[in-house]
């Protein structure tokens, strides 16, 4: 919310930068429709200044939904005008990715292993309430450090990432094992796709040894 804030204070109604573009978006007024997600990439392939942007709102339950064509619409003639002469703009829906979170971790001698395994869980969907940003990488680095400030666990010694499809969840695919950083600390995810943990309760696994 503070960046936000500060990048609407300096956009000033008028787009210039990407980031301009971004919080121009975030500005539309409730009544033309709400957007929950963009992300704006300059097209590589075209040869004028053309921008992409992808777009998500919020549906039921909080989750995250593509936009419908109203929304759109009303999003593309309210950026209209505040963008540059010779910017053109082409809206898209992002992709979104449902995944899961499997783990396995090693409880301090005395705990209990079901009510360790509960606040693991809990801490978790906690976390990953905030919906991720479209292009944002997903940190597996971040689901260790999760667990292992928790009181019971003294050793996380997996994290695997699933992707959920299926009833209710979304159809796009994505190949998870091969978008591994090098070092296997986060997933890469293309500027048009976001990662989503679209039901925490039951997305979220894990094994206490």
Do not use: H
Request: charged share 25%.
């Amino acid at each position: 919310l503070k960046t936000r804030i500060a990048d609407v204070f300096a956009t000033q109604n008028r787009a210039v930068t990407l980031q301009d573009y971004k919080s121009l978006c975030y500005q539309m007024p409730a009544r033309f429709g709400a957007i929950k997600r963009v992300n704006v990439v300059r097209d590589p392939d075209s040869f004028k200044r053309n921008l992409n942007l992808y777009v998500l709102s919020e549906g039921a339950g909080g989750n995250l939904t593509k936009s419908n064509s109203a929304i759109k619409e009303n999003l593309k003639l309210w950026v209209d005008q505040g963008r540059m002469v010779n910017d053109t703009l082409d809206l898209m829906d992002a992709k979104i990715i449902n995944v899961g979170i499997e783990f396995t971790a090693i409880a301090t001698l005395n705990a209990n292993k079901f009510d360790v395994l509960n606040d693991a869980v809990v801490a978790l969907s906690s976390y990953y309430e905030r919906k991720l940003e479209i292009g944002e990488v997903f940190y597996i680095t971040d689901i260790y450090n999760q667990l292992n400030k928790l009181d019971g666990i003294i050793d996380v010694t997996r994290v695997k990432i699933v992707q959920k499809t299926g009833a209710n969840y979304s159809n796009e695919y994505f190949d998870i094992d091969s978008n591994y950083s090098d070092d296997g600390r986060y997933i890469k995810v293309p500027n048009d796709t976001v990662f989503e943990i679209k039901y925490p309760d039951l997305d979220i696994k894990g094994s206490i040894k």
